[in-house]
């Protein structure tokens, strides 16, 4: 098992559409969780970071859920913009950073 | 405010070549530094990382070696550049001992032919 996993993608959904992704992680003990968006050819940059209260960002709302070890992403009124890769990012402690291998999503006009 | 440069951005090398990508940070000292790569339509692998001058762990055996010489400075190199090391390469830093986000530079895109 991997030690991320992320929806496999691309996601193509219409402006306006609400849109999920959920990622799992195996090490119970992890202790930091975010998402980064990555645009084509560019580094990632950090959307949210993710707390067990779960937090809310204009459109983005991020979710724990350590009992079943995975987390969510969910964009409402989607843009153009939107269009990126997502990745899932777990620090499971230490100095290690996993990464999941990316979800695509094209917004469509 | 802390800034992330990288370069070359491009980079094409010829199998069998050296190699050398330098990575430095303004703005802060003592940061984790982070060497990352990224095949085509793959996600991000780590390769190394260092948490202070000449401190270096690998997370992945292969051709590829870093330094750190200063404090903000991250190095990656190669005696011998393998077709397979193609990709993408991203420099990271977080500040030492804190559990949080990882901030990238531009990264440097490397085709070996």
């Known amino acids: 098992r991997k030690e991320v996993e992320q929806d496999p993608g691309p996601f193509n959904v219409p402006e306006g559409a609400t849109v999920a992704f959920n990622c799992t992680y195996s090490n119970s003990a992890s202790q930091s969780f975010f998402w980064y968006r990555q645009d084509c050819r560019k580094e990632p940059k950090l959307l949210m970071s993710v707390y067990s209260s779960g937090n809310e960002d204009g459109r983005f709302t991020a979710q724990l859920n350590r009992a079943s070890q995975y987390i969510s992403l969910l964009i409402r009124d989607s843009k153009l913009s939107d269009s990126a890769t997502y990745l899932c990012?777990?620090?499971?402690?230490?100095?290690?950073?996993?990464f999941g291998a990316g979800t695509r999503l094209f917004v469509k006009a | 405010s802390q800034t992330i440069h990288q370069w070359p951005a491009t980079l094409v090398q010829p199998v069998g070549s050296p190699l050398s990508l330098e990575c430095t940070v303004e703005g802060t000292s003592n940061p984790n530094l982070y060497w990352y790569r990224q095949a085509a339509g793959r996600g991000l692998q780590l390769l190394f990382y260092?948490?202070?001058?000449?401190?270096i762990s690998s997370e992945v055996p292969q051709n590829l070696s870093a330094s750190r010489p200063q404090d903000r400075q991250f190095i990656l190199s190669s005696k011998k550049l393998l077709l397979s090391d193609s990709g993408f390469y991203l420099c990271a830093w977080t500040r030492l001992a804190v559990q949080e986000t990882q901030y990238f530079g531009p990264g440097t895109r490397l085709l070996v032919l």
């Open positions: 990012v777990v620090l499971p402690g230490g100095f290690k950073t996993i």
């Open positions: 260092s948490v202070g001058i000449g401190q």
